[in-house]
C-alpha cells in the first residue's frame, strides 16, 4: 500500500536559517502530493501542493517539488522564523480530491530567536 | 473561511464509560466527514469515512461497535468511543470535506485520557 516517509524530529533551528525537512513516498501511479502544518493547539492546515512530476508547490515562503524520479516532496524554506514552529506533515492521495489522505508521522520544528 | 471545530479539547473519563466528541463544520456544508487518530508522534491513521445520512464505512482493524460514528447533519459528525478503556486513549482528529472543496479542512483535535 502507499505509505510516507518524513525525516524524523525535533529540528531545532536559529532564526533565520535554511530549513530542509525530508519526505519520500511509496505509491503506485501519480499520487497527489501535500504538506501540511500544525501549529500548537489547532488543526491541520494546507500548507501547498503539487499534483504532477516537477510541479512546485508554494507558500508563505515555503517550496516543495514532486520529484517523480526519487520519489519525494522535500519541503524548504530560505530562512525560517520563530512563527514557523509548528508540527509538519506529508501526505498524499490518489483521488485528486484530497480524499484518503496517507499521511507522513509529522516532524517538530522549533526556531529560537 | 473553511472553518472545522471539535468539542470537547480534552476529557478524561473512567474507564467502561462513553465519550462522545462533536465535529462541527462552521461555515459550510460537509458532505464528507474524516475520522483520525494520532498517537505520540507518530502518523495520523483514517478509522473511518462518513457521508451525511448513511452509515460510515471504517478502515480495516477498527472496531465499529467501539467507535461509533454518526453524520446526521451537513455540519455535524459524532465519534463515541463506547466502554473506553486506556488503550482507547489517543489524540482524535477530524476533518471535513465540501462538496466544492478539493482539500480538506481539519478540526483542532481532541485529547482523550481513559483512567
Known amino acids: 500500500g502507499d505509505s510516507v516517509t518524513q525525516m524524523e524530529g525535533p529540528v531545532t533551528l536559529s532564526e533565520e536559517a535554511f530549513l530542509t525537512i525530508n519526505c519520500t513516498y511509496t505509491?503506485?501511479?501519480?499520487?497527489?502530493l501535500f504538506w501540511y502544518v500544525q501549529y500548537p493547539g489547532e488543526g491541520l492546515q494546507l500548507l501547498l501542493k503539487?499534483?504532477?512530476?516537477?510541479d512546485k508547490g508554494s507558500n508563505k515562503g515555503f517550496e516543495a517539488t514532486y520529484r517523480k524520479e526519487t520519489t519525494s516532496f522535500h519541503l524548504e524554506k530560505g530562512s525560517v522564523q520563530v512563527s514557523d514552529s509548528a508540527v509538519y506533515f506529508c501526505?498524499?492521495?490518489?483521488?485528486?480530491?484530497?480524499?484518503?489522505?496517507?499521511f507522513g508521522s509529522g516532524t517538530q520544528l522549533t526556531v529560537l530567536p | 473561511g473553511a472553518v472545522v471545530s471539535q468539542h470537547p479539547s480534552w476529557v478524561i473519563c473512567k474507564s467502561g464509560t462513553s465519550v462522545k466528541i462533536e465535529c462541527r463544520s462552521l461555515?459550510?456544508?460537509?458532505?464528507?466527514m474524516f475520522w483520525y487518530r494520532q498517537f505520540p508522534k507518530q502518523s495520523l491513521m483514517l478509522m473511518a469515512t462518513?457521508?451525511?445520512?448513511?452509515?460510515?464505512?471504517?478502515e480495516q482493524g477498527v472496531e465499529k461497535d467501539k467507535f461509533l460514528i454518526n453524520h446526521a447533519s451537513l455540519t455535524l459528525s459524532t465519534l463515541t468511543v463506547t466502554s473506553a478503556h486506556p488503550e482507547d486513549s489517543s489524540f482524535y482528529i477530524c476533518s471535513a470535506l465540501g462538496q466544492k472543496h478539493n482539500e480538506q479542512f481539519f478540526g483542532p483535535g481532541t485529547r482523550l485520557t481513559v483512567l
Open positions: 503539487a499534483t504532477k512530476a516537477d
Open positions: 505509491a503506485t501511479g501519480y499520487p497527489s
Open positions: 462518513s457521508n451525511e445520512g448513511s452509515k460510515a464505512t471504517y
Open positions: 501526505a498524499l492521495t490518489h483521488s485528486g480530491s484530497a480524499r484518503q489522505l496517507t
Open positions: 461555515d459550510f456544508q460537509a458532505t464528507t
